[in-house]
């Protein structure tokens, strides 16, 4: 400033980058289709104590249970597991200072200033792990998407050839005494699925969330391996993923009941499995039989859930 002192303001701060846990969002698709993100830069200082603006915050909305990873170092950045749940991904770059931050009493004109801060880069690797009360669990073509179709509001693809679920679904349902409760739809696992054989891993981190599994089992009788055995394959595979999953809350529903040749082969497993203390309920989805007990057992086993927790 002539015949003054200094008047060189502050630059301004660059936009954070924020991740924003919102329930609209049911997969990351947009994070796969734009893969680079960038807030923008402040604006420089100016003349006359002019402090440059901050930039606004990025913020990138992602669905209810994402969680965040630094793909560089592996540490959990956070778990947004609630709706409105955010984080500071990466944090914008400081303003730097302008010379009038400089003047002292011997120098009332200083041409010194300080240069602004790089804003932060990480490489953020998302998983997305559904969040639902109730899990569906089973190898391909167990009746998981016909159940939960006759259940709940949920329109899954449904036919019948293997891993025709290729996307967990979510579904309301609404129990009786006003408890609803949402369920999920994993896709069909098979056996080393938790080395990434079939549909692979990516899909056994969606039951990690659950309070109880309904462990469905078709008893088809010309199946190979046999009933009892398929039940152990999705066990096993529970137990190699994480240990505690096959200590979960479960339900072991055999399926396909209108069917007359599963009668005979349902009731060797059902005998099989009550031996062992499992909880079992035979149901079709196709003609009813045994859904509405289903749903009510399954309401009532969350509810305690809902009062010890």
Same mark, same amino acid.
């Given at each position: ?9 502050? #630059? ?71 709706? #409105? ?6 944090? #914008? ?5 302008? =010379? ?34 109730? #899990?569906?669990?089973?190898?391909? =073509? ?10 709940? =509001? ?107 040749? =599963? ?47």
């Amino acid at each position: 400033m002539p015949k003054g002192g200094p008047d060189g303001g502050d #630059g301004g701060k660059g936009g954070d980058i924020i991740f924003l846990a919102v329930e609209s969002l049911n997969t990351l698709l947009d994070c796969q289709y734009r893969q680079l993100f960038r807030a923008k830069r402040g604006v420089h200082g100016k003349g006359k104590d002019m402090h440059g603006r901050s930039a606004a915050d990025l913020v990138v909305k992602v669905p209810v249970g994402t969680v965040l990873w630094d793909d560089d170092s592996g540490e959990l950045i956070a778990d947004l597991d609630r709706p #409105g749940a955010r984080v500071v991904a990466a944090k #914008g770059g400081d303003g730097g200072r302008g =010379n009038a931050r400089f003047a002292t009493s011997r120098d009332r004109a200083p041409r010194r200033h300080e240069e602004g801060w790089p804003g932060q880069e990480r490489h953020v690797r998302l998983e997305l792990k559904l969040i639902a009360d109730v #899990g569906l669990i089973g190898l391909p =073509n167990a009746g998981k998407s016909t159940l939960i179709s006759v259940i709940s =509001n949920a329109r899954p693809k449904i036919a019948d050839y293997p891993f025709t679920t290729k996307v967990p679904g979510l579904g309301v349902v609404r129990g009786p005494g006003g408890v609803d409760f949402v369920v999920a739809d994993i896709p069909g696992l098979i056996q080393d699925a938790h080395k990434g054989a079939g549909m692979g891993h990516r899909f056994l981190r969606h039951v990690e969330r659950t309070r109880v599994l309904l462990h469905l089992v078709d008893p088809a009788p010309d199946l190979s391996p046999s009933a009892t055995e398929r039940f152990e394959i999705i066990m096993q595979e529970l137990k190699s993923y994480d240990s505690t999953l096959a200590d979960t809350p479960m339900l072991v529903v055999i399926t396909k009941m209108d069917v007359p040749e =599963n009668r005979e082969a349902a009731a060797g497993l059902k005998e099989s499995l009550v031996k062992r203390r499992l909880p079992v309920l035979e149901i079709s989805a196709a003609t009813g039989e045994g859904v509405k007990e289903l749903v009510a057992r399954t309401a009532r086993l969350l509810k305690r859930m809902r009062r010890s927790s």
